[in-house]
């Protein structure tokens, strides 16, 4: 990915420090411009990151990256054009309690 789109979408799209004040992986900045991106922006990420790797960031996101809506429009999406299989659902945050 040009390293010019990556900050780009870096500075439109994660507008917050980090909190272990270390940069956001290219992974995150890829999936958050996944859920937010304009349409325009859509199409400058699929041109420069390419189809098998918007694939590997949504089998590789974590916990709240991607929202519901852009997760069922990206599987939608990607798997049109790459035949590639996807989860259905979004990976989510799980909370176990000790219990004896």
Do not use: C, N
Not at 81 to 91: F, L, Q, S, W
Request: glycine share 4%.
């Amino acid at each position: 990915m040009s390293a010019d789109v990556l900050a780009k979408f870096r500075r439109k799209y994660l507008w917050w420090t980090p909190i272990d004040g270390r940069p956001f992986s290219e992974d995150r900045i890829i999936a958050q411009a996944m859920s937010l991106a304009t349409y325009d922006d859509i199409l400058l990420l699929e041109q420069t990151v390419g189809w098998p790797r918007l694939v590997e960031v949504m089998r590789r996101a974590e916990p709240g990256w991607i929202d519901d809506r852009s997760w069922d429009f990206w599987r939608g999406r990607l798997h049109f054009r790459t035949g590639a299989a996807v989860p259905a659902d979004p990976p989510r945050r799980v909370f176990h309690d000790a219990t004896p």
